[in-house]
């Protein structure tokens, strides 16, 4: 089946650098995407989103930049802060039928101080 | 917290045993989505309902599996004669239609032993 996939599992940076955590898709047809945040025992935290129509999106200390000619999606978290410590997962969903999201295995982001 | 609760949070069972999850979204959402999580993976798609109906449902929920969703607010999630390959965590999203954005509950983590 069609899945989105992560090109890193694990990543590690310095309190305070960027971050960037990267993610291919497969459904071209796939008109939404999403960030959530994992934290150990608990439930996937949205971070922030982007519809098909859009390049780029920002939030607070996150964007998220689409590129949609090769299929692919980022994550930037700025300034980071150890609370930032998680595995990210981004997911994509068709804009047909249930609408459910399709996730990639997730990237445990670690924050060194 | 997301407004989506779930119950239990944490069920140890026997093999063979029958066990059943309550998701409560957030009240104005109805949409809910069940979902379930395996280490290391991210969360995969199990059914979902449109109010009471349920009207999409995975190849990965088996004949053991059922969910419901009566009035159209709580959800149900039963498992009957649990194997050890159903020890997941067991996650509920709800959504608002027109909206895409899924919240997450906390997930229930099921041990069958």
């Known amino acids: 089946g069609e899945s989105v996939g992560l090109h890193l599992p694990t990543l590690s940076v310095q309190e305070g650098d960027n971050s960037i955590i990267n993610c291919a898709y497969s459904?071209?047809?796939?008109?939404?995407f999403i960030w959530y945040k994992q934290e150990s025992g608990k439930g996937p935290q949205f971070i922030i989103d982007?519809?098909?129509?859009?390049d780029k999106r920002q939030g607070q200390r996150v964007t998220v930049l689409l590129n949609k000619t090769v299929k692919h999606l980022s994550l930037q978290i700025a300034a980071t802060q150890p609370g930032d410590s998680a595995v990210y997962f981004c997911a994509e969903t068709l804009p047909q039928g249930a609408q459910k999201l399709v996730f990639g295995q997730g990237t445990r982001l670690t924050i060194n101080p | 917290d997301t407004g989506v609760s779930q119950d239990p949070r944490h069920k140890i069972t026997k093999r063979g045993q029958n066990v059943t999850f309550r998701c409560d979204p957030i009240?104005?959402?109805?949409?809910l989505y069940w979902y379930r999580q395996t280490l290391g993976q991210g969360p995969e798609f199990l059914t979902y309902f449109q109010n009471e109906a349920q009207l999409e449902k995975s190849r990965l929920l088996s004949d053991r599996f059922s969910a419901e969703r009566p009035k159209g607010s709580f959800s149900t999630l039963e498992i009957q004669r649990t194997e050890q390959g159903d020890s997941a965590m067991y996650l509920c999203?709800?959504?608002?239609?027109?909206?895409?954005?899924?919240?997450f509950g906390p997930g229930t983590r099921l041990l069958v032993l």
């Open positions: 982007i519809r098909s129509n859009m």
């Open positions: 459904n071209s047809a796939s008109d939404y």
């Open positions: 009240s104005e959402h109805n949409r």
């Open positions: 999203a709800s959504r608002q239609t027109g909206l895409e954005t899924q919240y």
